[in-house]
DNA sequence: TAGCCGTGGCC
DNA sequence: TGGCCAAGGCT
């Protein structure tokens, strides 16, 4: 009894996934996006791609990826390149680990593998910054193979067909929804169908409001059955974020900047930011030449505290008071034997920065504020 | 394993 | 305005 009957639950299971497969293959073809840059590409744009697409919008992402490829057009050329230069081309698209991960594994590329992207999924998932879902995407695009992604899109597609309550970051949601997303894939297609299910995720079943008359699984849709498409995914609880204060010493010397590398895994590891103070301080100009005086060497000439503003990361917000300080330098190279560097204004912003420092740089260069 | 890691667009 | 969160991974 319990084999027949289980042998009936199998055959249904597999004639729904084959039906659900279908449906989102056919829609992908009619409906789904084509042309993005990366879409038929060769492995080396399809991983960039799927780094670069990470946490972030395609919208975003399309003019640094065309930027990213005419630079370092295939894999050899970006690992003989500096994790620097990476970095440059990185700057303000935010995670910037994605990016020395990327650099890091092009080099285990040239080394275990000459030069060429791995074929197998094991040697992808091994790659630094690659973990399953990325493994996933990128063997199903480049290779065909047949591997079931999850990213966000999936995630919240499968969470409202099968109304799976519970914010799907948490481990046993998780698992729920992998064992979903392994067992609707289809035998062939497997390219196609995994767009599909990105694009389906990205413009019909979106977080608000959802197009659920467009939808080609609709029939089969279990929270739209119940009227509950709104209340799922199930949102994570979310604390209050801490904030923070910061000065930022914006040393400048006629039109030199002094901007210094922030080194390991910090927050903007790698790039290159003015001296900071995890405190906001005075802006008086004798507080000031005390500490520059002391610090960096240097006669103070000038102060002007410029407009303060919010960054809000991740995981908290930060308050930002920037000091605009005229100095004194007799020796600018100096700085280097403190792993800072005196930049001039243009190269600095083409330099490896994060966000709110290029906005800054921009600011003192149109508005020319005089010593 | 929960916290860490950016940025910008949306409502 | 501010909270939310995107083609997640690492430790």
Known sequence: MLGSSSVLVNNQESLHSE???????????????????????????????????????????IP???????????????????????????????????????????????????????????????????GRSTAAAI???????????????VKRLLARYYAIDGYPGEQKI????WE?????????????????????GATICTRSKPE??????????VAHRNGCVALLPTPRLRKKLPERKTTFLLLRNGSDILLEKHTGRVIWGGLWCP?????????????????????????????LALPKF?????????????????????DTLKAQETGMAWMGLDDAQCAAIPSPVRKLLQEIQKNCWES
């Open 139 to 153: 063997s199903a695009f480049a290779f065909h193979e047949r591997c079931a992604i999850l990213d966000g899109n």
């Open 212 to 221: 659920c008359c467009r939808c080609p699984v609709q029939a089969g849709c």
């Open 310 to 330: 919010l960054h809000t990361f991740t995981h908290f917000k930060l308050h930002i008071f920037p000091l605009l300080i005229d100095v004194a330098v007799e």
């Open 180 to 200: 979903k997303a392994e067992a609707l894939l289809p035998e062939k297609n497997v390219a196609i169908y995994t767009q599909g299910m990105m694009d389906l």
């Open 275 to 303: 001296p900071q103070l995890d405190i906001q301080i005075p802006g008086d100009i004798e507080s000031v030449r005390v500490y520059c005086r002391q610090f960096f060497n240097v006669e103070v000439i000038n102060v």
């Open 19 to 61: 039906w659900f497969a279908g449906r989102i293959i056919d829609w992908q073809q009619q409906y789904g996006r084509c042309g993005l840059p990366w879409q038929g590409a060769d492995a080396y744009r399809i991983w960039l791609s799927e780094i670069m697409l990470q946490q972030t919008r395609v919208a975003t992402v």
């Open 64 to 130: 640094y990826y065309l930027r990213f490829v005419d630079r370092f057009p295939a894999i050899p050329v970006l690992a003989a390149e500096s994790e620097e230069m990476v970095l440059a081309y990185w700057s303000g698209l935010g995670y910037y680990s994605r990016a020395r991960n990327l650099h890091s594994a092009s080099r285990i590329i040239m080394q275990q593998h000459n030069g060429e992207f791995p074929h197998q999924f094991k040697d992808i998932l091994a790659l630094p910054g690659i």
């Open 174 to 177: 998780e698992a729920m929804l």
